[in-house]
T-cell receptor, first 113, second 111 residues
C-alpha cells in the first residue's frame, strides 16, 4: 500500500538555522508529493508540491526535490524564522482513483529567536 | 482568493448524539473529501466524493458516517451516533483535479 514516513519530531532550531525534515514514501504507481503546513490553531495549507521525478517544489524559501531513486521528498530551508514554527506534513497522492492524500505523522518545528 | 469554509469551528456533543459538519468547497471544484485528525496524530482520509457519489472510503468510514451534497454548494459529513473516539479535528478539502485545498477544520468534542 501507500505510506509516508517523516522524521520524528519535535524539532527545535534557532532563528537563521538550516532546516531539513526528512520524508520517504512507499507507493504503487507514480505519486504526486506534497508538503502541507499547519500553523497553531489553523487548518492545513499547501506549502509546495512536485508531480514527477526530479521536480523541485518551492515556496516561501522552502524547497523539496522529488527523488524517485531514494523515494524521498525532504523539506529544506536555508534560514528559518520564528514565524516558520508549525507542524509540517509530508503527503502523497496517487493519480488513479479518488486521489486521496496519504499523510505522514507530521513534524512539529519550533524556532527560537 | 476562493477558499474552503467549514462550520461550525467547534462542536461539542454528547455521546450517542448525531452531528452534522458542514463544508462549502471552492465553487468550480469537482472532488470533495473529508479527513480527520485525532489530537497529536496524523491526518487520516475518511471519504472522497465525486459526481454525487462516494468514490472511495476508508475503514474508519463505517455505517455511522454519511456524506451528502444537498445542494450545489454544501458538502456535509454526518455522524449518526457519536462515540468518544470520534473526538477529532475534521477537515474538508476540495480540488478541481490534483492539488487539494483544505478548510480550517471543525473541532468535534464528544463528551
Amino acid at each position: 500500500g501507500n505510506s509516508v514516513t517523516q522524521m520524528e519530531g519535535p524539532v527545535t532550531l534557532s532563528e537563521e538555522a538550516f532546516l531539513t525534515i526528512n520524508c520517504t514514501y512507499t507507493a504503487t504507481g507514480y505519486p504526486s508529493l506534497f508538503w502541507y503546513v499547519q500553523y497553531p490553531g489553523e487548518g492545513l495549507q499547501l506549502l509546495l508540491k512536485a508531480t514527477k521525478a526530479d521536480d523541485k517544489g518551492s515556496n516561501k524559501g522552502f524547497e523539496a526535490t522529488y527523488r524517485k531513486e531514494t523515494t524521498s521528498f525532504h523539506l529544506e530551508k536555508g534560514s528559518v524564522q520564528v514565524s516558520d514554527s508549525a507542524v509540517y506534513f509530508c503527503a502523497l497522492s496517487v493519480i488513479q482513483g479518488a486521489q486521496k492524500l496519504v499523510f505522514g505523522q507530521g513534524t512539529r518545528l519550533t524556532i527560537n529567536p | 482568493e476562493p477558499e474552503v469554509t467549514q462550520t461550525p469551528s467547534h462542536q461539542v456533543t454528547q455521546m450517542g448524539q448525531e452531528v452534522i459538519l458542514r463544508c462549502v468547497p471552492i465553487s468550480n471544484h469537482l472532488y470533495f473529501y473529508w479527513y480527520r485528525q485525532i489530537l497529536g496524530q496524523k491526518v487520516e482520509f475518511l471519504v472522497s466524493f465525486y459526481n454525487n457519489e462516494i468514490s472511495e472510503k476508508s475503514e474508519i468510514f463505517d455505517d455511522q458516517f454519511s456524506v451528502e451534497r444537498p445542494d450545489g454548494s454544501n458538502f456535509t459529513l454526518k455522524i449518526r451516533s457519536t462515540k468518544l473516539e470520534d473526538s477529532a479535528m475534521y477537515f474538508c478539502a476540495s480540488t478541481p483535479e490534483g492539488t487539494q485545498y483544505f478548510g480550517p477544520g471543525t473541532r468535534l468534542t464528544v463528551l
